[in-house]
């Protein structure tokens, strides 16, 4: 226990002073899911909208009723002011999305039965205005409507309109079309569906290093030192696979931490599952690492094979072309990626327990089937003449 606690922590000593290596495997993974999660982000922020009311009439309070209900806020945040040159000069600065000027005689043109419009300034943001001006042309519709009616059948038929006013915003719905089913991301964000996928990818990257580490030690010689000291060589080895392993455990806490507070992913709360499912990832990508450096001999052969699995996975599970897992069939679960990713997922939409435990159950397989492959392999890794 005592040599396999030296070995680790001199492996962690050892990797803390590879700066090259720490960016890799944390930064690179965060800057992926940054620029790819916002790249395809289609959700449409809330738009602030600078609105000045000079309406003083009957309708005053219907006008703000809708700017404040709970249908239109997703969409749209309004900014009351109190002249129509702040709202123009609020929307020209970028610091409002769009702007709206009521005019005074509204509410007196709506008991006329005339037709009303409102003044309406557009922002620099496309979607923004887009969204706006969906709700006020919804919003202005059901009062127009009115309006006509009460031209046809008389006063009566306005009666009311104010609280139907206020329950206008009730029929806006704003919602952006993808162009297919290649730009979906499921039941998830684009930011977590990257999330998960380059969690999943770099984990096994961090795997990677006890075989690198191993292979360099083999070369150079160490090992074989270490293999006649008097103590247990196998402590040595375990030492620096875990190491590898306890580097994995830190890239979790430091992308799940990193993503949920600075870039707002919702990992669904499950903490337990996934840390299981990452786990399960850093055993599975330490057997196939060291399976594959069984085979290659040098660290440079075993890098080139592993980078191209590893790629190959990802891409077949959707990492990098979102959801062509779902066109590939068969091929597409054949590979780590595949049910670690749905794994995790599931965890964060909230899908059948029963689901994400199967996926984790094919998970834990693979790392079993690739644990032992590696186990039975490894004296062809750390002996010179295996």
């Known amino acids: 226990m005592r040599t396999w606690w030296i070995t680790l922590t001199y492996e962690w000593i050892k990797m803390s002073r590879m700066h090259t290596l720490l960016?890799?495997?944390?930064?690179?993974?965060?800057?992926?899911?940054?620029?790819?999660?916002?790249?395809?982000?289609?959700?449409?922020?809330?738009?602030?909208?600078?609105?000045?009311?000079?309406?003083?009439?009957?309708?005053?309070?219907?006008?703000?009723?809708?700017?404040?209900?709970?249908?239109?806020?997703?969409?749209?945040?309004?900014?009351?002011?109190?002249?129509?040159?702040?709202?123009r000069e609020e929307v020209q600065d970028g610091t409002a999305d769009y702007g709206v000027i009521i005019p005074a005689d509204y509410s007196d043109k709506l008991a006329a039965g005339e037709s009303v419009s409102w003044h309406t300034l557009e922002g620099h943001d496309g979607s923004k205005n887009i969204a706006a001006h969906s709700i006020i042309r919804a919003y202005l519709s059901q009062v127009n409507m009115q309006a006509a009616a009460f031209k046809v059948l008389g006063p009566e038929s306005l009666s009311g309109l104010e609280s139907r006013q206020k329950d206008a915003a009730a029929l806006v719905k704003v919602q952006t079309l993808g162009g297919g089913s290649d730009q979906s991301f499921g039941s998830v964000s684009a930011i977590q569906y990257y999330s998960v996928a380059y969690l999943i990818m770099f984990l096994q990257y961090g795997g990677m290093t006890g075989?690198?580490?191993?292979?360099?030690?083999?070369?150079?010689?160490?090992?074989?030192?270490?293999?006649?000291?008097?103590?247990?060589?196998?402590?040595?080895?375990a030492g620096v696979i875990s190491g590898a392993a306890l580097l994995g455990v830190m890239q979790t806490?430091?992308?799940?931490?990193?993503?949920?507070?600075?870039?707002?992913?919702?990992?669904?709360?499950?903490y337990w599952g996934i840390a299981l499912i990452s786990l399960l990832t850093i055993i599975a990508g330490s057997g196939l690492a060291l399976t594959i450096a069984s085979f290659a001999k040098t660290v440079k052969t075993m890098q080139t094979l592993f980078n191209t699995l590893i790629f190959s996975m990802t891409f077949l599970s959707g990492g990098m072309v979102a959801m062509i897992q779902n066109k590939l069939g068969l091929i597409s679960k054949l590979n780590i990626n595949f049910w670690a990713n749905?794994?995790?997922?599931?965890?964060m939409d909230g899908s059948s327990r029963v689901l994400v435990w199967q996926n984790i159950g094919i998970l834990a397989a693979i790392a079993a089937v690739l644990a032992i492959f590696a186990i039975i392999r490894l004296p062809k890794v750390v002996k010179q003449h295996a």
């Open 23 to 87: 960016i890799v495997l944390a930064g690179l993974p965060l800057l992926l899911i940054y620029l790819l999660g916002s790249a395809f982000d289609s959700e449409i922020k809330p738009a602030k909208v600078a609105v000045y009311n000079a309406d003083q009439g009957a309708m005053r309070e219907g006008i703000d009723a809708f700017w404040q209900g709970a249908d239109i806020l997703p969409y749209a945040r309004p900014i009351a002011l109190s002249s129509e040159a702040q709202v």
């Open 211 to 237: 075989a690198v580490s191993l292979l360099r030690q083999k070369r150079e010689g160490t090992l074989q030192r270490l293999y006649g000291i008097p103590a247990s060589f196998s402590a040595v080895v």
């Open 253 to 270: 806490i430091i992308m799940i931490v990193f993503t949920k507070y600075v870039y707002g992913v919702d990992w669904g709360g499950a």
């Open 342 to 347: 749905a794994a995790l997922r599931g965890l």
